[in-house]
């Protein structure tokens, strides 16, 4: 099966600027989102993971090019080169622009910063020549300024609406000298409007589009990713007010340009360009709303008292504690005034929104002692389904008892994992069970550094499970990531009468995926990834604090497919609330049973039942390629069972337990093994 290309990777190592990758990662997310996941690499992914076959567009944004050069020249470059030409995608801002031509010619005769030479990448076959402009200096916005850039529109016919002209910010970019000269496989999309300070042949080119085998690569010499919003005032450099002014003036036409720009290169764009949602209130509430005032009484160590008012100020976030008829105090209306996140509040100009740092964002949980929230209050969660439904799934399940009784719902977070994991604090008060669920969250947490906004109609779900120490060797918590893996399924497949029968599956060790609806049913089965688990541990007070992190596309069908696109027509489209209280059911009883037993035959049968790797057969890269078939996992430490194979596929009677190294991309590449 080949898998779909939903992945834009910035690379972020040697030789790339922090601020430039902050750029990059700002515009490229507004503009792709939903339909991509922007992932920040470095090198050694570059280098060592298998990016190519999931990867749509590979980004390397500005800084130095001598250090790409330097981590990346050979083996790095043949990698990104054969991607390419086999039919990817390649942007360069600034240094990357460079990086793809054959030659780099700057700043010629400044010895200090002088750099000539041949690159191998070689999109481009002539010669990038800068600064266009005079003035760079390293690490300095000194030499940064506002160009108008002309728009070759000929070259945009098919890609959408495009400006004659636009302003965009420089900073020691290049222009791409006789890009037209003879040679079929470019095009110019844009020119300098002004004079050069190099010699920048007649097109004075700005922008490159470069055929190269079925791919392609658009290089650039000023950063049409830079957004006003993004640009902090500098007050020793002349003139930079102005700058600002401009890049804020025309960024409606820089922000068209760049979406041109992306579908040139085959990327399906967002035209509505998403703006990131304000974070809105938490709304704590139990099955019994008057333990929500035993639960704060186990939080008063941690909680302190400002003007009246009461704060939780753990690690990460500052919290507010208000009830629900005093949120609208004035203290509570200054902090939804100035921290820009009233939930009745207009969604601002996309344009005007810059990077946010949410850690300066104080977040609000209104505490609900005698009621549930109103439906007004949380119009995309309703709690009196969800509480029903948990006690209507209780009743087939009688070890189901406390899990989901508490509940923390906000319509857009941060990131529901985030906001446990990295608050010890208030993770250290919280009882197995508590669940933090979200509609939105604009800083969702995958494997490794992976971080994208979750749009609506995902289901968002983070749980702590307070696993005793004693525990952990009899009772490795390692397992859980597969009781959970087991309890999603199930819990779709028990959703109601009728869905048992949906295809969905499990890819080893934390990943759900489901039979690609759009594939004829004539074809072969082609599963596409529609969620995920994250784990996180922390120890306190002789438990393991577990943060187990659950997503699942349930009515949102970007960027691949979800849960609502398998159903047949007769059946209902799944609801968030109860499948939630349909996980934390199977969950916990699930996690009981563990606990009593440890992770029984009957528990590692029902994971085998839904998973996608019955006799699989893979590669030990590190014996030199052997091949191996997979035939379970341990019931010690939960690692992948593998049986070794010789000639004819037949078993050498060796076995091996292989775990993965968190590999970003395919688990199945880089195991690392032992003999058992």
């Not at 300098?192 to 658009?218: F, H, P, T």
């Not at 957004?227 to 820089?254: C, F, K, M, W």
Request: charged share 20%.
């Amino acid at each position: 099966m080949t898998p779909r290309k939903l992945n834009v990777l910035i690379y972020t190592g040697t030789g790339s600027t922090v601020e430039s990758v902050k750029h990059a990662i700002y515009s490229l997310r507004r503009l792709l989102s939903p339909n991509y996941a922007v992932i920040p690499i470095t090198e050694t992914v570059l280098l060592k993971e298998p990016w190519a076959p999931t990867c749509a567009l590979l980004v390397f944004p500005g800084g130095a090019d001598l250090g790409y050069c330097r981590v990346l020249n050979g083996e790095g470059n043949s990698i990104i080169a054969q991607y390419v030409r086999r039919g990817g995608a390649y942007m360069g801002f600034c240094a990357g622009g460079y990086y793809g031509c054959k030659r780099c010619e700057f700043e010629i005769g400044n010895k200090a910063m002088e750099v000539i030479g041949s690159r191998e990448l070689a999109f481009f076959s002539g010669t990038c020549r800068g600064g266009a402009f005079k003035g760079f200096q390293y690490h300095s916005e000194g030499g940064a300024r506002a160009v108008r850039v002309n728009v070759v529109k000929d070259a945009f016919r098919g890609s959408g609406l495009v400006p004659e002209v636009f302003t965009s910010y420089y900073n020691g970019g290049g222009v791409f000298v006789d890009a037209l000269d003879g040679n079929s496989d470019v095009e110019v999309l844009a020119s300098y409007a002004g004079d050069v300070d190099v010699d920048g042949g007649r097109e004075k080119a700005a922008l490159v589009y470069c055929k190269v085998g079925q791919g392609a690569a658009i290089l650039t010499g000023p950063h049409p990713e830079f957004a006003a919003a993004n640009l902090n005032p500098q007050n020793g450099v002349e003139g930079y007010e102005e700058l600002i002014a401009a890049l804020r003036t025309d960024d409606d036409s820089r922000t068209s340009f760049l979406k041109a720009c992306l579908a040139k290169l085959g990327l399906e764009v967002n035209q509505e360009t998403s703006s990131v949602p304000s974070l809105s209130r938490l709304h704590l509430s139990s099955i019994s709303s008057s333990d929500v005032d035993d639960l704060l009484h186990t939080w008063e160590e941690i909680i302190t008292k400002e003007d009246g008012e009461e704060y939780i100020k753990a690690e990460g976030d500052t919290f507010h504690l208000q009830k629900p008829e005093t949120m609208w105090s004035v203290t509570g209306l200054k902090e939804a005034l100035t921290s820009d996140d009233s939930p009745d509040q207009k969604p601002s100009d996309a344009s005007s929104q810059g990077i946010i740092d949410y850690s300066t964002v104080v977040k609000r949980i209104v505490t609900h002692e005698t009621a549930w929230p109103e439906a007004k209050a949380t119009p995309y969660f309703n709690h009196n389904a969800f509480y029903s439904s948990l006690q209507e799934y209780r009743r087939s399940e009688p070890e189901a008892e406390e899990w989901g009784d508490f509940l923390m719902y906000g319509e857009v977070v941060t990131s529901t994992n985030t906001l446990l994991e990295k608050n010890f604090k208030l993770l250290s008060k919280l009882p197995s069970g508590f669940t933090l669920t979200a509609t939105t969250q604009v800083a969702g947490r995958g494997r490794g550094s992976n971080v994208w906004v979750s749009p609506a109609g995902s289901l968002i779900m983070s749980t702590v499970i307070n696993h005793p120490a004693h525990f952990a060797s009899s009772r490795p918590i390692v397992f859980i990531q597969y009781l959970a893996a087991i309890a999603i399924v199930q819990a779709i497949k028990g959703y109601d009468r009728g869905y048992d029968e949906l295809p969905v599956k499990l890819k080893w060790p934390n990943d759900i995926y489901a039979r690609d609806p759009r594939q004829p049913s004539s074809s072969p089965p082609s599963y596409v990834k529609i969620g995920g688990i994250l784990s996180n541990c922390s120890y306190s007070s002789g438990s393991y604090q577990i943060v187990l992190g659950i997503g699942l596309n349930t009515t949102n069908g970007r960027p691949t497919t979800s849960l609502d696109a398998l159903l047949p027509s007769h059946l209902a489209p799944f609801r968030t609330e109860k499948l939630t209280a349909g996980i934390l059911v199977r969950l916990e009883a699930l996690y009981k049973a563990f606990v009593r037993r440890g992770f029984t035959r009957d528990m590692e049968g029902a994971y085998y039942d839904h998973w996608l790797h019955g006799r699989q057969i893979v590669n030990l890269e590190a014996e030199g390629g052997v091949k191996a078939r997979i035939v379970g996992i341990t019931r010690d430490w939960g690692m992948l069972r593998a049986e070794e194979l010789g000639s004819g596929d037949r078993p050498t009677g060796k076995i091996w337990a292989l775990q993965s190294d968190e590999n970003s991309f395919d688990f199945f590449r880089g195991l690392v093994k032992r003999k058992i």
